[in-house]
């Protein structure tokens, strides 16, 4: 509503009865798909008369019960299975038949009945004509018990109107509507300063913020009770940090450990049955924490010492999740404002949440495990700290420019005790700051900039001292983060390089379609075995970035349309984004392995760059492409852009992930895809 008030302040009252009109189709067309597609079940089974076939007998966990065949000599629409699980989510059920068009007897897949979803009861079959004879196998899953109630055919599925899909629908229709036609929304440009736009662009923050503390929540086996002993190294490191050490103290080293030659070989280790401490850094006979000092000081040392508890991973990756947001709100704001003269408001907000809601970051902040803690700090540092470096050369206000500059310097600083790699995103402040215009009118390194000069390098010194320190305080370098130490799957010092890895690795992170198929969660992981003759480590993928996520786009379409008249800095930002999104992904592929997170280590540049080459196209003062075809294919892209988030956040393929760890919600959400 508010977005409407900002835009209808400045439509003719022509264009506002259209867009009343429109509004008013589209949401004809939401109850008509609410009402009759999702709901197709509901009229299918109208008219049908319930038969049960079975009834009040309980199923063991590990075991399955088959139900007496029951004779219908007729149709059969569905199967109800009223079944109630005691230590558990979940039974499965599979239906068995003869009909018209098979003698034999033929099984059904699976279905899953789920406590808590009510419309997971109901499956529809589908026979080669009338059924003859028919019958339920009702499997309880480890450990649990599968309390069956009835099981009955043809039973009427209720009318199932659920709000949020009804709202979801109609809101996407109706942004496809205001963009796809020539309405008053491509004239409402953005503005700097205009006072309701702000007030909106806050709201859409907000919400944004407010659906990452769903997501941080949702996988109930991270937020409840972490069952990896690897996942408290920042715990335990508050409490060495309060004895004054930086050593582990809290963990032990067997003495076999300190007697192996190569400690690292943790197959050698497993094999040997000498127990060691998964996935922390080990040097000189001591554990380390392996993951970067900045989360540590920022968040879960000052809570130790204030409450004398340990902060959970989760709440540490939501608040760094609020940076985040925050930060690319700011930054894609930045941008605009420095390199679009005339961008429609409406899209410069699908532009911020499209960026917000990338699903390598809500992979992050859905997944709130301690891998993922130091990776979206340091996104969130980055993306903030640039955005404040363009808040300063986009300002005349002097106080506000060096306010600017100390804090986006002081932010891009925190990476380094981050994800060192990251750091790399900064070198964009050489660009901005003495290429923009030319050398001649470099913002820095002049005698009229001196203090700002002096305010960009002081934070940067002042968090590198610490940070080296603590390098130096653990592995005695202090340029050295620990990446070799660490005892993980494989041994890091002995990993070697070779380009069939490399090229390999790179097409899974890059170019490799998702695996997607019709049934709900609808993605899984691709096929990352392969015949590599070594030790390939994956765990699993949902594609590669230039392909499963529709928002890269805008460079393949500067690519074909080789958009020679993007000149200057802005060329050159995007250049240098794509040249360090490869080298951040080839190193991640080199020495490490396919695993999913690591994509959020190389997607901020390639998203900043696809940002700065969307806001060239969809600047009408430039023309480069043509306006229409832009807007609508950026708006096209927006939508698969939050799908695809959507389908990572509910994606099986992982041992963690809500199919495993939240099957309630898991199913719940699997309800608004059942007509």
């Known amino acids: 509503m508010g977005m409407l008030i900002v835009m209808t302040s400045k439509a003719s009252d022509k264009k506002v009865k259209k867009l009343v009109c429109g509004v008013i189709m589209v949401f004809l067309i939401t109850c008509f798909l609410e009402i009759f597609?999702?709901?197709?079940?509901?009229?299918?089974?109208?008219?049908?008369?319930?038969?049960?076939?079975?009834?009040?007998?309980?199923?063991?966990?590990?075991?399955?019960?088959?139900?007496?065949?029951?004779?219908?000599?007729?149709?059969?629409?569905?199967?109800?299975?009223?079944?109630?699980?005691?230590?558990?989510?979940?039974?499965?059920?599979?239906?068995?038949?003869?009909?018209?068009?098979?003698?034999?007897?033929?099984?059904?897949?699976?279905?899953?009945?789920?406590?808590g979803s009510?419309?997971?009861?109901?499956?529809?079959?589908?026979?080669?004509?009338?059924?003859?004879?028919?019958?339920?196998?009702?499997?309880?899953?480890?450990?649990?018990?599968?309390?069956?109630?009835?099981?009955?055919?043809?039973?009427?599925?209720?009318?199932?109107?659920?709000p949020l899909r009804a709202l979801a629908i109609f809101f996407v229709l109706t942004l496809g509507y205001l963009i796809f036609t020539d309405s008053f929304i491509h004239d409402v440009y953005f503005e700097h300063g205009n006072k309701r736009q702000i007030a909106v662009t806050l709201v859409a923050m907000f919400l944004i913020m407010a659906l990452g503390r769903f997501l941080n929540t949702a996988d109930t086996a991270l937020v409840q009770n972490p069952y990896w002993p690897h996942h408290k190294q920042y715990q335990e490191l508050a409490h060495s940090l309060k004895e004054g050490s930086v050593i582990l103290t809290e963990k032990e080293v067997d003495e076999r450990l300190l007697e192996v030659e190569n400690p690292y070989?943790?197959?050698?280790?497993?094999?040997?049955?000498?127990?060691?401490?998964?996935?922390?850094?080990?040097?000189?006979?001591?554990?380390?924490?392996?993951?970067?000092?900045?989360?540590?000081?920022?968040?879960?040392?000052?809570?130790?010492?204030?409450?004398?508890?340990?902060?959970?991973?989760?709440?540490?990756?939501?608040?760094?999740?609020?940076?985040?947001?925050?930060?690319?709100?700011?930054?894609?704001?930045?941008?605009?404002?420095?390199?679009?003269?005339?961008?429609?408001?409406?899209?410069?907000?699908?532009?911020?949440?499209?960026?917000?809601?990338?699903?390598?970051?809500?992979?992050?902040?859905?997944?709130?495990?301690?891998?993922?803690?130091?990776?979206?700090?340091?996104?969130?540092?980055?993306?903030?700290?640039?955005?404040?470096?363009?808040?300063?050369?986009?300002?005349?206000?002097?106080?506000?420019?060096?306010?600017?500059?100390?804090?986006?310097?002081?932010?891009?600083?925190?990476v380094a005790g981050c994800r060192p790699q990251l750091v790399l995103l900064s070198g964009v402040a050489v660009i901005l700051f003495l290429l923009d215009e030319g050398l001649g009118k470099r913002k820095l390194f002049t005698r009229k900039s001196v203090i700002e000069t002096v305010l960009f390098f002081l934070p940067i010194i002042a968090v590198a001292i610490p940070v080296c320190w603590y390098n130096a305080a653990r592995f005695g370098n202090i340029l050295d983060f620990g990446a070799t130490y660490s005892l993980t799957s494989n041994d890091m010092n002995n990993r070697g390089f070779n380009f069939d890895r490399l090229f390999r690795s790179l097409?899974?992170?890059?170019?490799?379609?998702?695996?997607?198929?019709?049934?709900?969660?609808?993605?899984?992981?691709?096929?990352?075995?392969?015949?590599?003759?070594?030790?390939?480590?994956?765990?699993?993928?949902?594609?590669?970035?230039?392909?499963?996520?529709?928002?890269?786009?805008?460079?393949?379409?500067?690519?074909?349309?080789?958009?020679?008249?993007?000149?200057?800095?802005?060329?050159?930002?995007?250049?240098?984004?794509?040249?360090?999104?490869?080298?951040?992904?080839?190193?991640?592929?080199?020495?490490?392995?396919?695993?999913?997170?690591?994509?959020c280590d190389f997607a901020p540049a390639f998203v900043l760059a696809a940002v700065l080459l969307w806001i060239v196209f969809l600047d009408r003062s430039r023309g480069l492409i043509d306006y229409t075809f832009a807007s609508r294919f950026f708006y096209v892209c927006v939508v698969l852009t939050l799908v695809y988030s959507f389908l990572t956040f509910v994606g099986s393929g992982s041992t963690v992930c809500l199919e495993n760890d939240n099957k309630v919600l898991f199913n719940v959400i699997g309800d608004y895809f059942r007509f």
């Not at 992979?363 to 640039?386: E, H, K, M, Q, T």
């Open 507 to 599: 097409y899974y992170f890059l170019f490799q379609p998702p695996v997607v198929n019709a049934d709900y969660p609808f993605i899984h992981s691709a096929d990352l075995s392969g015949d590599y003759m070594g030790r390939l480590l994956y765990e699993y993928n949902y594609g590669g970035i230039f392909v499963a996520n529709a928002f890269m786009f805008s460079i393949w379409v500067a690519l074909i349309k080789r958009c020679r008249d993007i000149q200057g800095s802005l060329k050159g930002l995007v250049v240098y984004l794509m040249i360090v999104g490869l080298i951040i992904a080839g190193f991640d592929a080199n020495g490490a392995g396919i695993i999913y997170r690591y994509t």
């Open 265 to 414: 070989d943790t197959i050698t280790l497993q094999a040997e049955g000498i127990p060691y401490a998964m996935d922390y850094a080990y040097y000189e006979g001591h554990y380390y924490a392996y993951f970067g000092i900045v989360p540590e000081l920022l968040l879960y040392y000052p809570y130790y010492l204030l409450t004398g508890r340990d902060l959970p991973n989760y709440i540490a990756i939501y608040a760094f999740f609020l940076v985040f947001v925050a930060g690319a709100f700011l930054l894609v704001t930045g941008l605009v404002r420095k390199y679009s003269k005339r961008m429609p408001y409406l899209l410069y907000l699908l532009l911020c949440v499209a960026v917000s809601l990338t699903a390598n970051f809500v992979f992050l902040v859905a997944r709130p495990d301690i891998y993922d803690v130091p990776i979206i700090g340091g996104i969130g540092f980055s993306f903030a700290g640039i955005g404040l470096w363009l808040e300063a050369l986009n300002t005349n206000r002097l106080w506000l420019k060096r306010l600017a500059i100390t804090l986006g310097s002081l932010f891009v600083a925190l």
């Open 118 to 162: 009510s419309r997971s009861r109901f499956s529809n079959v589908y026979p080669f004509g009338d059924v003859n004879n028919i019958y339920v196998i009702v499997r309880a899953a480890d450990g649990t018990v599968a309390h069956v109630k009835d099981i009955t055919i043809n039973r009427r599925v209720p009318f199932d109107i659920k």
């Open 37 to 115: 597609v999702f709901n197709f079940s509901s009229f299918r089974t109208m008219n049908s008369s319930a038969m049960p076939i079975a009834d009040n007998f309980s199923v063991n966990g590990g075991e399955s019960v088959a139900t007496e065949a029951y004779t219908v000599n007729g149709p059969v629409r569905n199967v109800y299975a009223n079944i109630a699980v005691e230590n558990g989510d979940e039974a499965y059920v599979s239906v068995w038949m003869t009909d018209a068009g098979n003698k034999y007897e033929y099984g059904t897949p699976e279905f899953v009945v789920c406590n």
